[in-house]
T-cell receptor, first 113, second 114 residues
Framework: GENVEQHPSTLSVQEGDSAVIKCTYS??????FPWYKQELGKGPQLIIDIRSNVGEKKDQRIAVTLNKTAKHFSLHITETQPEDSAVYFC????????????FGGGTRVLVKP | EAGVAQSPRYKIIEKRQSVAFWCNPISGHATLYWYQQILGQGPKLLIQFQNNGVVDDSQLPKDRFSAERLKGVDSTLKIQPAKLEDSAVYLC????????????FGQGTRLTVV
């Protein structure tokens, strides 16, 4: 089955700096890679996603890159703000397996003012 | 558009008791997931439904956990009997597998087993 590894588990950055979170996946059949943000007491919320036919996608201050050959993808947050503090999860989905969605272990991001 | 609804938000039970969680997915979403999220970890898939059929329940501890999705809409997840290690947040998510693979999550049910 799919296995998703996420690093680092915690990340502390100064406000205005960039944050990078990296994930690797094991199943080459994965074709959709979402990133979720989870705030305390809430369910995960999608912030950006990328499909396997695209190498990079950007939405304002966040961007995601995908390297299918190496089976890894990354989340980049630029100009971090205190409200970016949360837990971020990467995930990988295998549509051919009925949309099975597997999550990484999460990264707790703290943006210091 | 209403989101994924879950109830209750919190539940405290003693070990060996039973408990049930309820989920109402977004209207029209064919795929429904139940995840277990232990504190400090990522969500772990317990069971996945496509309409009222089970797609994947390979990680569901079937000796104590059960789930159903009668009529392919609402779903319930039951634990009987509960163990201390079942303390976690139980998340329900749904997706319209025909149009969009984004999964929408409910707020979860926080279960504490004492």
């Amino acid at each position: 089955g799919e296995n998703v590894e996420q690093h680092p588990s915690t990340l502390s950055v100064q406000e205005g700096d960039s944050a990078v979170i990296k994930c690797t996946y094991s199943d080459s059949a994965s074709n959709y890679f979402p990133w979720y943000k989870q705030e305390l007491g809430k369910g995960p919320q999608l912030i950006i996603d990328i499909r396997s036919n695209v190498g990079e996608k950007k939405d304002q201050r966040i961007a995601v890159t995908l390297n299918k050959t190496a089976k890894h993808f990354s989340l980049h947050i630029t100009e971090t703000q205190p409200e970016d503090s949360a837990v971020y999860f990467c995930a990988a989905l295998i549509k051919a397996a009925g949309n099975k969605l597997t999550f990484g272990g999460g990264t707790r991001v703290l943006v210091k003012p | 558009e209403a989101g994924v609804a879950q109830s209750p938000r919190y539940k405290i039970i003693e070990k060996r008791q039973s408990v049930a969680f309820w989920c109402n997915p977004i209207s029209g979403h064919a795929t429904l997931y139940w995840y277990q999220q232990i504190l400090g970890q990522g969500p772990k898939l317990l069971i996945q439904f496509q309409n009222n059929g089970v797609v994947d329940d390979s990680q569901l501890p079937k000796d104590r956990f059960s789930a159903e999705r009668l009529k392919g809409v609402d779903s319930t997840l039951k634990i009987q009997p509960a163990k201390l290690e079942d303390s976690a947040v139980y998340l329900c998510a749904s997706t319209d597998s025909n149009l969009n693979t984004e999964a929408f999550f409910g707020q979860g049910t926080r279960l504490t087993v004492v």
